[in-house]
């Protein structure tokens, strides 16, 4: 399946998960915790590889995965960007020192764990404005939030983890700092491709709602009737 056919066959499945998201409700697939993953269950982001675009920018782009099977990761903030190239650490920046907004997801495809590892600003030691509120998009449709506090510490381990469970399937990562963000650092995934059968079933299932909507639907009255008679 080439891009654009990808694309428009996302296009359709997205759509139909908004609508059956009212009917099948919240999963319970979407783990957070702060614990460093394994050696070998995600991939490295990577911004000097070919396909990336480390900025600056209010988007940067990175790449994970195979030459063969290579996923472009996009970091996007209201902020201009930049992120480190070659042999220096992976990492995402604001042009101008620190960021408080950024959304993060995987171009034409989807991902079952992101890691990431933020450093802030310094001298912020009221805890009450020392956190930042993440909220997760599955491709089901469903979301979840969760508050990760960080440390009084400029120079701490902010880990942040996120996995899918039970078949879900993970677009986005939206965060929303209240204190100003220098640094997102050590950024792991594990991307993949959605099967054709999650895609085909989404669409069957939105082309059904829109069968049954159209079956409940009363029918227009003829121009000049009067409600409730017959027509002759």
């Known amino acids: ?32 915790s702060k614990t460093v993953p394994a050696v070998g269950t995600v991939t490295n982001v990577r911004f000097g590889l070919p396909g990336s675009t480390p900025g600056p920018d209010t988007t940067v782009t990175g790449t994970a995965g195979p030459l063969k099977n290579r996923f472009l990761i996009d ?12 042999d220096a650490p992976p990492l995402v920046r604001a042009l101008d020192g620190s960021f408080q907004q950024l959304d993060v997801s995987v171009r034409d495809a989807v991902f079952t764990t992101l890691f990431l590892n933020f450093h802030t600003v310094g001298g912020t030691n009221n805890a009450a404005t020392r956190y930042a509120d993440i909220v997760v998009s599955a491709f089901g449709g469903e979301t979840a939030s969760y508050r990760l506090n960080f440390s009084a510490n400029a120079n701490a381990n902010n880990f942040f983890r ?44 939105m082309a059904g709602l829109v069968a049954v909507r159209r079956r409940k639907r009363p029918a227009a009255a003829a121009p000049g009737a009067v409600p409730g008679s017959a027509i002759a």
Do not use: H, W, Y
Request: charged share 15%; aromatic share 4%.
């Open 1 to 32: 399946m080439n891009t654009l056919q990808f694309g428009k066959l996302k296009q359709l499945a997205c759509a139909a998960a908004l609508c059956l998201g009212s009917v099948q409700g919240a999963s319970a697939g979407i783990i957070f």
């Open 75 to 86: 970091f996007t903030s209201n902020e201009r960007l930049i992120a480190n190239v070659d």
């Open 162 to 205: 996120v996995d899918a469970t039970d078949g879900t399937l993970l677009n986005n990562v939206s965060i929303s700092s209240m204190i100003g963000i220098t640094d997102v650092r050590q950024p792991r995934i594990a991307a993949r491709i959605p099967e054709p059968a999650t895609l085909l079933s989404l669409g069957i299932g």
